[in-house]
């Protein structure tokens, strides 16, 4: 038996995970600080927050020789005390059964691995942001039958970064990572470990991953797809927001600086992530994008995150009181979706309905919005359960629980970005709109035996991605390859709000990108190098992250010609 205050500690360093928690507690050491009175977590984040751990959902798989991801129907707890059915990787790492394992590898490292595809339908893995070749990106046109394999055998020469793998079947991507497939894949390079030193930065325990994505969860307590038309064509919003499969979240911290990475794995719910105290709206540091560490820390206070990207947060809690609660939140903006022609209706001050446990944390505007109103599309009120895009929502508590003597800095320099030498005037326009609800690439849907796109190897591509008026916000994204954006033409003003330098360029937009917002009406010029160390052609493909927008054929096959 463990006693309540242990338990209590455990937590509070956040050590415990689901099941194996307790077990993983006795390796670590002791926390001799004075912990604060019992605490109960409050009524609306009850749960506690699973973080990756030594085994079990995320659970730490450090890469040594070759494994099997065994693509399977789990049962799992989403809602406590109720056994759901997920889809996972299962993988054997040293005695211990991981599901949908934190891969984790140095730069340069070799992944040898095989999926087995255990489940009744075609798969395939997509290992998003690394830079492999086209037999080892999971490109649909490799997908597997249910009972195959697929062998994998590629090296890793990324920088350090939050990266993700995920299923890739053409048509069944959105439904197989909304039913539970996927995971992360930590690369680490000596610049992440001086990093990881100077701020004494450990993974799951002060190293946070925060994956997020929105579900609608039944009675029963299992997850529920069964998109309608409208949803196929917009994308699949949840009723509720759960952070690494954990509904309603609370995380106990202490007075020291926490590193959140977060993953945006909605199929189509966009956040912009602030961190509240009470009514205020606290600072933080951006230190890394999809591709790894910026150059210096950028102090910001709000940050858009598409589906599929990443960002890498620094939040000092030291000014904080011990017993206070910081509240990460998605703050209230415009969702721009404008596709049927009309702009959002002008709502300010609409409230979520309050209902079933679902729609916790749902809120009107506060006074601290600094985006002022947050209109509602008329799609909001239909489906009156469902918060809409760009509604105000809690997503995790933390709780400050403990006094920390923590003097350390973060580093003036985390990296150096070489920009590519570009400019954005004769660019490849990549334009993106829609005819009766189908969304199109330059005018194009994807055809499995056809190539719209080529690119020579080596060379430095200019690409315009620009967003048709009447439109939706899409996350545009690259296999293969990871980019520098330029330039941010003709955004609105909530995105401009957030500009850095007179490029139009976020926090979120610097160094290495292989995923990008890009809203209705706006341009984004980005810069691409195609060299690659390969032989022969590659075929990649370009996409929509939205992934029913992917589903439906928003992508496009990328030659890269030897
Ligand atoms: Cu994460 Cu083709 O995508
Ligand atoms: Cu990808
Ligand atoms: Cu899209």
New binding site residues.
Partial sequence: MISRRNWVIAGAAGIAGFAGGIAWWHGQKKVTNEVAPPFTPDAAFPNRLHVPGAQGLYGVHDVAGAFTLAAKSVKQEIIPGKSATLLAYEVESQGRRLLNPLIRLRSGGKINAKLWNGIDETSII?W??LRVDSNND?HPHYSVAAGATYEYNFSVPNRAATY?Y?P?PHHL?GKQVYLGLGGLFIVEDDEELALQKALDLKLGVTDIPLVLHDRHIDEQGQLVFAPTDDEKADGVLGSQVLVNWTPRPYFEASTRIYRFRLLNASNARLYKLAFRNGGQLLDFQLIGNDGGLIDNPRKIREVFLSP?ERVDLLLDLRNVRVGEAITLTSVAFDPMEHEDGRPAMEKPGETAKPADSGTHGVHGNDANQDTGAAPLTPDTQVKSNIPGIGMAMELLRIHVRRQEGYDRAVPETLSRITPIAANCASPRVIYLDHVKMVWRINGETYQPEKTPITVKRSATEVWNIRNAETSMPHPF?I?GFQFQILERIGSPGQQKKLALNDKGLAASDLGWKD?VLVWPGETVCVVIDFAHPFNGDQVY?I?C?NLEH?DQGM?LNMKVEA
């Fill in positions: 997509h998003h942001g999971g993700w995920h890739h991507t599929a994204h296999h995923t493909m996409h992250h992917e992508m």
